[in-house]
């Protein structure tokens, strides 16, 4: 089955910048949409950025023109570039994965990095 592996969260001070990484692997699967979600304590996990197999993007408009989504797909990777962090943006980071392998159709969720943006 397909398996993600996330790195790249941290701590880091309002203005700075993280890059965060999720890696898919398996065997024989091939891979759609791909995206980045947050969960910050007590509110509900939320989509940050999307990615088509395409490559068509689509952002929540919190942080549209700081974070930029992309994906290589030779190394079934994709990325969130984060920029200009703001305290608000603390919360557990997670990768979603939809494709199809050999049992089916998949939609698979890495286990989650910690951001932090400190004041």
């Known amino acids: 089955q397909v398996q993600l592996v996330e790195s790249g969260g941290g701590l880091v001070q309002a203005g700075g910048s993280l890059r965060l990484s999720c890696a898919a692997s398996?065997?024989?699967?091939?891979?759609?949409?791909m995206g980045w979600y947050r969960q910050a304590p007590g509110k509900q996990r939320e989509l940050v950025a999307g990615?088509?197999?395409?490559?068509?993007?689509n952002y929540a408009d919190s942080v549209k023109g700081r974070f930029t989504i992309s994906r290589d797909n030779a190394e079934n990777t994709v990325y969130l570039q984060m920029n200009s962090l703001k305290p608000e943006d603390t919360a557990v980071y997670y990768c979603?994965?939809?494709?199809?392998?050999?049992?089916?159709?998949?939609?698979?969720w890495g286990q989650g990095t910690q951001v932090t943006v400190s004041s």
């Open positions: 990615i088509s197999s395409g490559g068509s993007t």
């Open positions: 979603n994965v939809r494709g199809s392998d050999w049992y089916g159709p998949f939609d698979r």
């Open positions: 398996g065997s024989t699967f091939s891979i759609n949409a």
